[in-house]
């Protein structure tokens, strides 16, 4: 089956699709803003929690989902905070640094120490582009370019470990791609 062409006819629409696709919107509720900061406890000892669980797990996702540094999460959020007039402060990377630990984050960590099962599997792909057009135009060549995809899955959980990409090219060079996910 051919792939299908679509004609833009208004290409205005088009446009602000395309570029709404960048667009970030970030939602503080009135019960999360009144639960940023931690009441003062006066059984315990020591200096009391200026900021609560919340706040904590709040900066520590979106470190993760950003992939950022302490330090700029941070100024992220407290850039957040100026550009919503909101008069709350992210807490300090170091006070956060120092609770991450106690603070349960409802994100799943990667599993890379207990692989139990390593799944191999790998699939040839067709090339596309620039060959199809050669076979058409001057028949099939004498070395066919093609591509297989290894993949190396932990069985439990489904996640990608390793991806190696070998191509064998028309002059008959192997090349070897490998992607290590983190």
Known sequence: MAKQKFKITNWNVYNKAL??????????DGSAMQAWYDEPKTSSRGRPQRYSELAISTVLMLKRIFRLTLRAVQGVIDSLFALMKISLRCPDYSCVSGRAKFVSIPFKNPTRGGIAHLVIDYT???????GEWKVKK????????W???H???AA???EVICAALLQRSGDGKLIASFLLTE
């Open 151 to 153: 993949l190396a899955v």
């Open 124 to 130: 040839g792909l067709k090339v596309f582009g620039e």
């Open 19 to 28: 570029v709404n696709r960048g667009s970030l919107a970030f939602w503080l």
């Open 147 to 149: 591509r297989k995809l």
């Open 156 to 158: 439990g959980t489904h």
């Open 138 to 145: 001057h028949g099939q060549e004498k070395r066919p370019v």
